[in-house]
């Protein structure tokens, strides 16, 4: 399948700061994908070169085949076919809905664009508000109007910059999932940022990792989670513990939790000392197991406890179980070790 | 291609973004020539004239001066408080008329109000001769308060100057409504009590950012001090300028009169700065006032109609009443005249003022360097300077460069230019933008902010150039604000006295000039036309105001 966006050896700079170094990733045509990092990660300044606002310092992009930006020459974003959604909607409070959805619809004769937007509003289940004005909707209402209005000179990719960060906590899951579901319904490319690793999950077949400008791992979102390719992407995405060990003969790591082998992601070199990342869901509680550990915390979470356990002096574990299973802290309980992959980082000194 | 397109598109840009980088500066530069001027006489040595101001007068105007600042604080905190509160915190019959209703005294200028009581309570006046019919007294057998003094003035300026308290009391005591009040009030305080005990302390700096503004305005007053012979630094300025012709004198007392000001200006802009803080709700909801009883009712409503009545329909009502009785007289040619002249300036000046307001908003915006932003504040710092230290400012340039110029044409060419710049409309617009951009920038820019960069970038990104931004979003969204902006500007110039009398062109009159003419030769009834047509158009702003106030009240109860 064709690329529908190139970036390669991209990097922004404001000034001497490096804002986004050397990022590179293709994404094909009807793809969705996310750029996941904490704040100040260089995902909205990455997000601003593919549309036009920011110029690259180095490398070069490609819309459709076409090179749009490369160092000194950036093509406007008005000449670039994109759609954009923003945090704020930026919705246009004296056009109404049709108004703002129509905005971009050029070369429509008039009969033409109510059709196309009663197309959409219909596609995202806001049928018959065509006439109403922003401030008269609801916040996901105005997202969902904002999202149809980008969408509606059907542009070659769409960019959403946080676009559910202004809406209630209970509402983004659900429209984000909705949003995924619309976006694919109609085939479009798009590329979400975010720093909400649940809405990535949500949204995006495929999700880039920035970590201050570079781009650290690119992913599937279980891939993300279980083989994050280094610190940095073990850290930021989900919880886990870090359990000191020491490579031994045979590619296999001695640790508080006896010897380990296994499919390591890294081949580690003998007597390396690492670190082992165990996820909450790696750790199974099992009342049958012999290896019992001491309970030292526990949050309750709905579904499930997230306990934390004591395996020796300063080492702690920490273990999600179904909520059935309720436990007091300082009791013993039974768990077993459900690895596919070993992931060790080695221990800079 | 792509490239060669791409490039010619840039170059484009920066030569538009060069034009902001030293359009913005330029005029903040130019606009700040008649201040700077004033201020460098302050290094210029004391001419023998200064040292006789010194010696004679300078005290008179230094103490009245402060004693009029006295007077109209009093009058403005008692009456602009008191009103403030009452309507926004007790519920009595005719409050939310009364809302509204306070702020037309904004319309009438002071030196009109002035000459409209002094028209009502002179000997010759409608009230003594009422008072001689009824006792038979005669000239001499009585006391009455001389209306033409120190404390008239004070009076006066107080009569039209409090609603600056009273609106931003207003707002204080609304935002900080309902967390606060509520709890006094839960804690068992009273209206008395929680009055003093917190919404006055949390209020103050509001209070105090208002009373700059008055203080301003009362600095700056000529008319009224004028007419009522009263000596201050204003009508010291004008005696110094055209009485004993000497200009470094005048730019002297200007400069002097300049500190106080700016020391007003820290006050208020730091009282606006505090008044953030003490903004201590964000949330907003239908607020439970004081129900009075029948005997605070009525209190309150006298002290609302009182402000009202003297404040505005007292002399608004005179003025009409004059009207009416000279229409015959009074509606001629050269009252149409007076009518096309002054909408001429202040039409074209409130025009040149709105598209300048535009240019350094959107530099501001575009390039939002601190550059930039210092420009436009330097450009928007007019609104405190009085008329007549403006028309001095104004005047001593623009005469050096008249001379200059006709000096070295005659020697170059042989023939004279005479008076390009001062002495005609050039110098009076000028220091109308001098004095009134700020009204338009801060209304521009207030509007230009609720177009947010988001929304420029979304065109951008669905293939709209910025033309069609401009044409599609900006202007539709900025409508409302362009048309305030202009509407401000265009009463405050019909309204503004000193600097068009010291910087219009040989016999060119406006309202203004010509209502205070007028009065100043005791033809008080034939000056009410222009009078009356100031205070009609007057009203159009305050009704602008009163329907943001109304708005912003529902918009907080739904």
Known sequence: MRNQLEVKHASVKYGSQTVVDDVSFDLESGAISCLLGPSGCGKTSLLRAIAGFEPLAEGEILLHGRSVSRPAQTMAPEKRRVGMVFQDFALYPHLTVMGNVAFGLRGFNRKQQKQRVKELLELVGLAGLEEKYPHQLSGGQQQRVALIRAMAPRPDILLLDEPFSGLDVELREQLAREVRAILKREGVTAILVTHDQLEAFALADSIGVLGAGRLRQWDSGYTIYHQPKDRFVAEFIGQGAMIPGRVIGGGSIDSALGIMAGNFIQQPHMGDRVELLLRPDDVVHDDESDFKLEIVDKVFQGAEYLYTLSLEEGIELLCLVQSHHDHEIGEKIGVRLYVDHVVAFPVSH | ?558
């Open chain 2, 1 to 558: 291609m792509q490239a060669v397109e791409n490039e010619s598109a840039w170059s484009r840009l920066s030569i538009r973004i060069n034009a902001w980088r030293i359009g913005v500066p330029l005029i903040a530069l130019l606009l700040s020539v008649p201040v700077l001027v004033v201020l460098s006489y302050l290094f210029v040595p004391a001419g023998e004239v200064w040292q006789h101001l010194v010696d004679t007068v300078l005290q008179d105007y230094v103490i009245n001066s402060l004693l009029l600042m006295v007077g109209v604080a009093m009058g403005v905190l008692l009456v602009g408080v008191s009103t403030a509160w009452l309507t926004s915190m007790c519920q009595f019959p005719g409050r939310s008329l009364f809302e509204w209703a306070l702020l037309l005294p904004m319309a009438i200028p002071a030196y009109i109000i002035a000459y409209t009581y002094t028209g009502l309570f002179d000997f010759a006046g409608p009230v003594q001769t009422l008072l001689r019919d009824w006792t038979g007294w005669g000239y001499g057998d009585y006391w009455f308060p001389e209306i033409r003094s120190l404390e008239g003035a004070a009076l006066m300026l107080s009569l039209v100057l409090y609603p600056y308290v009273y609106l931003l009391a207003r707002a204080a005591f609304l935002g900080q409504s309902i967390c606060v009040l509520d709890v006094s009030r839960s804690l068992g305080n009273g209206p008395w009590r929680t009055f003093f005990l917190v919404a006055l302390p949390l209020a103050r700096p509001a209070i105090v950012a208002g009373l700059s503004l008055a203080l301003m305005e009362t600095l700056a007053d000529y008319g009224t001090v004028q007419y009522f012979g009263v000596s201050t630094f204003t009508t010291g300025i004008f005696r110094t300028w055209y009485g004993l012709n000497n200009a470094a004198a005048a730019a002297q007392l200007s400069a002097m009169l300049l500190l106080v000001v700016f020391a007003l200006v820290i006050l208020e802009k730091g009282s606006r700065r505090q008044a953030r803080y003490h903004h201590t709700t964000q949330r907003h909801q239908a607020l439970t006032r004081f129900q009075l009883n029948p005997r605070q009712s009525l209190m309150a409503f006298l002290i609302c109609s009182g402000a009202l009545l003297f404040g505005f329909i007292l002399p608004a009502g005179q003025l009409l009443w004059w009207a009416l009785t000279t229409a015959e007289e009074s509606l001629d040619s050269r009252f149409l005249s007076l009518i096309s002249h002054s909408l001429l300036l202040a039409g074209a000046a409130s025009m040149l003022a709105l598209l300048l307001a535009l240019f350094l908003s959107y530099g501001k915006r575009r390039r939002g360097s601190w550059p930039a932003t210092v420009a436009v504040r330097v450009a928007g710092m007019g609104y405190a300077i009085p008329g007549t230290v403006i028309a001095i400012g104004v005047m001593i340039p623009f005469a050096a460069f008249d001379n200059a110029l006709d000096e070295w044409m005659r020697q170059q060419f042989g023939w004279s230019t005479g008076l390009l710049l001062s002495g005609t409309l050039v110098a009076l617009i000028f220091a109308f933008l001098v004095r009134f951009l700020a009204v338009s920038l801060q209304t521009v820019e207030a509007g230009l902010a609720k177009i947010r960069p988001t929304m420029d970038e979304v065109a951008r990104s669905m293939g709209t150039g910025s033309g069609e931004i401009v044409r599609r979003v900006h202007m539709p969204m900025l409508k409302g604000s362009l048309m305030t902006a202009l509407l401000l500007v265009f009463v405050d110039i019909l309204k503004e006295l000193p600097a068009t009398l010291i910087l219009r062109p040989f016999n060119y009159n406006t309202l203004a000039v010509r209502a205070y003419e007028l009065a100043s030769d005791e033809r008080l009834a034939d000056a009410s036309y222009a009078a009356l047509t100031i205070v009609v158009v007057g009203i159009l702003p305050v009704i602008l105001l009163s329907r943001t106030i109304t708005r912003s009240r529902h918009a907080k109860s739904t």
